[in-house]
């Protein structure tokens, strides 16, 4: 079947297109971009729309093995193909953990029929213990792009520094959820005087911004490629700005939970609003925005954290942490950043495609050019969307947004040529 | 009013109107016949989590007094959490046709939390850190009935205000009457930030103590020296213990306070305890008081 694009504006920076054109897929391949008339071809009509490389969320959490109650790996990828994304890569925090190549070969095998590319995180310690290494190079070679111990940081500096400088054989990055535990204490909210009020155990940026200042010298010392997640505070997002500047090679993303809340919300006691990092203050939320803007952030990934509603549905304290993300996250970006001139269409094409594809190393990701696959994601940036919990294709429906009214959405999303999504 | 959660929510109006009617409440616990019909035929649920004596004795006094049936469910938190989850335990008790819900847990937000599905009126009797709201109530009785008047008072809380829900909402109350409030204790237990509070911050308790017209000890945990907070109990006495001497550096007519259980020899001296500027004994029966003017206003229709 071959699928004609018509008349959609291309955004694509990483070959520096920006304008009107048609695009012609044909055997999963884009064939031709120009004017293009096509006989028997399916034709979508995307004048004013908005056509982007397939978007990539590189911060995602099945529960596939484990809790497939709360997302299955098909349903995970119903979410992200729903949402606009063509590809995420999935968190190693399973049960078992993904920290084994066969436990690789399972996500691998399992995402074959699944709508969207599902590329497998391996953890950096075997049971994500922190002490010592996984096997890396046997499950880069079953398809791992990156390495992580997700949820548990690494405690053990020198274990850390060994894995980097392992990488530096496999050349794929560490991605690094960085926080010093003892300073969090287990808190459930941010550390401020807002949340003392509520008398919720803090977890202080401090244990944050910690964390991050250790990663990124360890990325310089070693040179491997270190990935800083989820950043959620100005300081540790100075840090990381610091350390671009001295050419240290790290990268970064911010959740568009961090972009769009703040901790005020938790005056509710809403599990919904529990995560971690969790939700900062104002001023935290304003310097992510700024790093959005300036270039700190490379990537914003939605650290998409499924949990079943009989789970969350319990006293804040007893909730686990973690929200979903995959079907809001484009609306929401385009509503408050693009649709509000924050940012570009081109910026939210590298934050969203063209920098993830990059950090992880996908090939024939992050790019609109004949003769590359077909991975598409088209957002109409006039369609007005409730969010509606009861409507996701997750299982979950554990969102922070439920009730927001946006505008753009992700109208079409194609994989390889084949139309996973479609609501034009 | 449909439910007590905090008193950070609670406008000034209404926590005049509570003690107002806990006064002519205070009456009826000093008559021979204790009893009158306000809540006959209403049910009570304490539903208590934590180990507790005195409050949960209180609110059964004070709705017995009231006429209400009232019945206790204690549990722990974790034999609740391992099967049935608390909206499960609270749904089931709803089906037996309950009027109101006392919940007390170590969860803070969970009085709040009842009220998203509970159709019954709910009274938080202390959630986690967070909130104490009749305990604050009944501090403000106290202290109504010893001076006269909730105003331009100072009122200096001493100890662990970290971890006390207590040392908040007696915080946010003497703030709403327009009272300052000092809060004194080592800076682990009240961390800088606390400074974003209406009150004022002195590490130095002598100081603190100038002054004042009102002392609120908290009891002292003492688990604390486990968790870093402290270096011993010996070193907190010496610099926190509310003595026979630091007591003089207040006013002259002064009261000291405090929610209990006390720990005799920590955090009060014996002779303070025990001293007729202690008000401690008349903080429990005021207790029964604002709780009896609580459920009354809750469950009595006009409030």
Same mark, same amino acid.
């Given at each position: 079947?071959?699928?004609?694009?018509?008349?959609?504006?291309?955004?694509?920076?990483?070959?520096?297109?920006?304008?009107?054109?048609?695009?012609?897929?044909?055997?999963?391949?884009?064939?031709?971009?120009?004017?293009?008339?096509?006989?028997?071809?399916?034709?979508?009509?995307?004048?004013?729309?908005?056509?982007?490389?397939?978007?990539?969320?590189?911060?995602?959490?099945?529960?596939?093995?484990?809790?497939?109650?709360?997302?299955?790996?098909?349903?995970?990828?119903?979410?992200?193909?729903?949402?606009?994304?063509?590809?995420?890569?999935?968190?190693?925090?399973?049960?078992?953990?993904?920290?084994?190549?066969?436990?690789?070969?399972?996500?691998?095998?399992?995402?074959?029929?699944?709508?969207?590319?599902?590329?497998?995180?391996?953890?950096?310690?075997?049971?994500?213990?922190?002490?010592?290494?996984?096997?890396?190079?046997?499950?880069?070679?079953?398809?791992?792009?990156?390495?992580?111990?997700?949820?548990?940081?690494?405690?053990?500096?020198?274990?850390?520094?060994?894995?980097?400088?392992?990488?530096?054989?496999? /050349?794929?990055?560490?991605?690094? #959820? &960085?926080?010093?535990?003892?300073?969090?204490? @287990?808190?459930?909210?941010?550390?401020? $005087? !807002?949340?003392?009020?509520?008398?919720?155990?803090?977890?202080?940026?401090?244990?944050?911004?910690?964390?991050?200042?250790?990663?990124?010298?360890?990325?310089?010392?070693?040179?491997?490629?270190?990935?800083?997640?989820?950043?959620?505070?100005?300081?540790?997002?100075?840090?990381?700005?610091?350390?671009?500047?001295?050419?240290?090679?790290?990268?970064?993303?911010?959740?568009?939970?961090?972009?769009?809340?703040?901790?005020?919300?938790?005056?509710?006691?809403?599990?919904?609003?529990?995560?971690?990092?969790?939700?900062?203050?104002?001023?935290?939320?304003?310097?992510?925005?700024?790093?959005?803007?300036?270039?700190?952030? /490379?990537?914003?990934?939605?650290? #998409? &954290?499924?949990?079943?509603?009989?789970?969350? @549905?319990?006293?804040?304290?007893?909730? $686990? !942490?973690?929200?979903?993300?995959?079907?809001?996250?484009?609306?929401?970006?385009?509503?408050?950043?693009?649709?509000?001139?924050?940012?570009?269409?081109?910026?939210?094409?590298?934050?969203?495609?063209?920098?993830?594809?990059?950090?992880?190393?996908?090939?024939?990701?992050?790019?609109?050019?004949?003769?590359?696959?077909?991975?598409?994601?088209?957002?109409?940036?006039?369609?007005?969307?409730?969010?509606?919990?009861?409507?996701?294709?997750?299982?979950?429906?554990?969102?922070?947004?439920?009730?927001?009214?946006?505008?753009?959405?992700?109208?079409?999303?194609?994989?390889?040529?084949?139309?996973?999504?479609?609501?034009? | 009013?449909?439910?007590?959660?905090?008193?950070?929510?609670?406008?000034?109006?209404?926590?005049?109107?509570?003690?107002?009617?806990?006064?002519?409440?205070?009456?009826?616990?000093?008559?021979?016949?204790?009893?009158?019909?306000?809540?006959?035929?209403?049910?009570?649920?304490?539903?208590?989590?934590?180990?507790?004596?005195?409050?949960?004795?209180?609110?059964?006094?004070?709705?017995?007094?009231?006429?209400?049936?009232?019945?206790?469910?204690?549990?722990?938190?974790?034999?609740?959490?391992?099967?049935?989850?608390?909206?499960?335990?609270?749904?089931?008790?709803?089906?037996?046709?309950?009027?109101?819900?006392?919940?007390?847990?170590?969860?803070?937000?969970?009085?709040?939390?009842?009220?998203?599905?509970?159709?019954?009126?709910?009274?938080?009797?202390?959630?986690?850190?967070?909130?104490?709201?009749?305990?604050?109530?009944?501090?403000?009785?106290?202290?109504?009935?010893?001076?006269?008047?909730?105003?331009?008072?100072?009122?200096?809380?001493?100890?662990?205000?970290?971890?006390?829900?207590?040392?908040?909402?007696?915080?946010?109350?003497?703030?709403?009457?327009?009272?300052?409030?000092?809060?004194?204790?080592?800076?682990?237990?009240?961390?800088?930030?606390?400074?974003?509070?209406?009150?004022?911050?002195?590490?130095?308790?002598?100081?603190?103590?100038?002054?004042?017209?009102?002392?609120?000890?908290?009891?002292?945990?003492?688990?604390?020296?486990?968790?870093?907070?402290?270096?011993?109990?010996?070193?907190?006495?010496?610099?926190?213990?509310?003595?026979?001497?630091?007591?003089?550096?207040?006013?002259?007519?002064?009261?000291?306070?405090?929610?209990?259980?006390?720990?005799?020899?920590?955090?009060?001296?014996?002779?303070?305890?025990?001293?007729?500027?202690?008000?401690?004994?008349?903080?429990?029966?005021?207790?029964?008081?604002?709780?009896?003017?609580?459920?009354?206003?809750?469950?009595?229709?006009?409030?």
């Amino acid at each position: 079947m071959r699928i004609l694009l018509k008349e959609g504006r291309v955004v694509s920076p990483a070959n520096r297109i920006d304008r009107v054109m048609d695009i012609l897929i044909e055997d999963g391949e884009i064939k031709e971009m120009g004017e293009i008339q096509c006989e028997n071809c399916r034709v979508y009509n995307l004048e004013r729309k908005v056509v982007f490389p397939g978007l990539i969320d590189m911060h995602v959490h099945f529960r596939e093995p484990g809790r497939e109650d709360a997302e299955s790996i098909d349903s995970g990828a119903d979410a992200a193909a729903k949402g606009g994304f063509v590809a995420v890569a999935m968190m190693p925090n399973t049960n078992p953990p993904i920290d084994d190549p066969l436990r690789v070969r399972f996500v691998v095998e399992k995402s074959r029929s699944a709508k969207v590319f599902i590329f497998p995180v391996g953890a950096l310690t075997k049971g994500r213990k922190g002490q010592e290494l996984a096997e890396l190079y046997l499950m880069a070679r079953e398809g791992a792009v990156a390495f992580s111990d997700d949820g548990s940081p690494v405690e053990n500096s020198l274990v850390l520094r060994r894995g980097l400088e392992y990488l530096l054989a496999i /050349d794929l990055p560490y991605l690094s #959820h &960085a926080e010093d535990l003892q300073l969090s204490q @287990e808190g459930l909210v941010n550390e401020s $005087p !807002f949340t003392a009020r509520l008398g919720l155990r803090g977890r202080p940026w401090v244990s944050e911004a910690v964390g991050v200042s250790r990663d990124v010298l360890l990325a310089e010392f070693t040179g491997a490629k270190v990935h800083i997640q989820h950043v959620s505070s100005r300081r540790a997002l100075d840090i990381i700005k610091e350390a671009k500047d001295r050419g240290v090679k790290v990268t970064c993303e911010v959740t568009p939970h961090h972009l769009f809340l703040d901790e005020r919300v938790l005056e509710s006691f809403d599990p919904n609003f529990k995560m971690n990092p969790p939700l900062r203050t104002p001023e935290d939320r304003e310097a992510l925005l700024r790093g959005v803007k300036d270039g700190t952030v /490379d990537v914003i990934a939605t650290d #998409h &954290a499924p949990h079943s509603w009989d789970d969350k @549905e319990v006293e804040f304290d007893a909730a $686990p !942490f973690g929200v979903v993300g995959l079907e809001t996250a484009v609306s929401l970006v385009w509503d408050r950043l693009v649709h509000r001139r924050v940012i570009s269409p081109k910026r939210f094409a590298e934050l969203l495609s063209v920098n993830p594809a990059r950090i992880l190393g996908l090939r024939g990701f992050g790019i609109i050019e004949k003769g590359y696959p077909a991975h598409i994601t088209v957002v109409d940036p006039k369609k007005e969307v409730t969010v509606d919990r009861e409507s996701f294709a997750s299982r979950s429906r554990n969102t922070p947004f439920h009730g927001w009214r946006l505008k753009g959405a992700p109208v079409l999303t194609i994989v390889e040529g084949e139309v996973v999504h479609s609501a034009i | 009013m449909r439910h007590l959660l905090s008193i950070e929510e609670t406008p000034r109006e209404e926590i005049e109107r509570i003690l107002e009617v806990g006064r002519t409440f205070l009456e009826i616990s000093r008559r021979p016949i204790k009893k009158v019909p306000v809540l006959r035929g209403k049910t009570v649920v304490n539903l208590f989590f934590e180990p507790s004596t005195r409050t949960r004795s209180s609110f059964e006094i004070a709705a017995k007094r009231l006429s209400a049936d009232v019945m206790n469910f204690s549990a722990s938190v974790s034999s609740v959490r391992k099967g049935e989850s608390l909206k499960d335990t609270v749904l089931n008790l709803e089906a037996m046709k309950t009027d109101l819900i006392v919940i007390r847990h170590p969860s803070p937000g969970v009085a709040r939390f009842l009220t998203t599905f509970c159709s019954s009126s709910v009274v938080n009797a202390g959630d986690g850190a967070h909130e104490h709201p009749t305990q604050a109530l009944l501090d403000a009785l106290t202290v109504l009935e010893q001076k006269g008047r909730l105003d331009g008072l100072k009122v200096v809380i001493v100890g662990d205000i970290l971890h006390s829900r207590v040392a908040r909402s007696d915080l946010f109350l003497f703030h709403k009457m327009d009272s300052s409030v000092v809060l004194s204790g080592p800076p682990t237990l009240i961390p800088p930030y606390f400074e974003a509070w209406p009150a004022e911050i002195d590490y130095d308790l002598d100081r603190a103590l100038e002054g004042a017209d009102v002392v609120i000890m908290l009891r002292l945990q003492m688990e604390r020296m486990k968790g870093g907070f402290l270096p011993s109990l010996r070193e907190y006495r010496e610099r926190y213990q509310l003595t026979k001497g630091r007591l003089g550096l207040t006013k002259p007519d002064a009261i000291v306070m405090h929610p209990g259980p006390i720990n005799r020899g920590i955090e009060l001296s014996h002779e303070v305890a025990d001293s007729s500027r202690s008000v401690i004994l008349d903080q429990v029966e005021k207790g029964v008081a604002v709780r009896m003017a609580v459920l009354s206003l809750l469950l009595g229709g006009e409030a």
